[in-house]
């Protein structure tokens, strides 16, 4: 009887470092980068990725309004886009981390704010905004990128 214990209590002790094996083999094992697209894929090496994740956080590139319009159409259509990237890879607004905002005018900013304001959730993400000297590339009034996590 004694000995039919210590097996049992051999197999148990066996059983249990195996699952902490795994599990640290699991914690230590190296994270993947990914890429997301929406749609197909452009042919050749793109100029950069629309997403990536590196382990359970996403990056999502900067997106701009490239269509004529003011400040607050600009910054919806932007925050839509962003939007849709996040739900794409698995994640979504109330998960963003860290928000940059690039306006092509400073003065726009109050305006921005107005679309802005509440789109990721009660509990809003860090954020830096600026307007870079030279404005925004092809002409959208604000561009913004996100880092969050899935």
Request: glycine share 10%; net charge positive.
């Amino acid at each position: 009887m004694q000995e039919s214990r210590r097996n049992l209590f051999g197999l148990l002790k066996a059983a249990v470092a195996g699952l902490l094996g795994v599990r640290l083999a699991q914690a230590q094992a190296k994270p993947e980068k990914r890429t997301y697209w929406r749609g197909k894929r452009p042919e050749g090496i793109p100029l950069f990725s629309p997403a990536v994740s590196y382990g359970n956080l996403l990056f999502i590139s900067g997106k701009g309004a490239h269509f004529p319009g003011d400040i607050k159409a600009h910054t919806k259509h932007v925050l839509d886009e962003i939007e849709k990237e996040l739900i794409n890879a698995g994640s979504s607004m109330e998960k963003v981390l860290k928000v940059n905002v690039y306006l092509n005018d400073i003065k726009d900013y109050d305006a921005m704010n107005e679309v802005y304001r509440g789109r990721f959730g009660p509990n809003p993400p860090a954020r830096t905004t600026v307007a870079p000297a030279g404005g925004i590339p092809g002409g959208s009034l604000v561009e913004i990128d996100v880092i969050a996590y899935i």
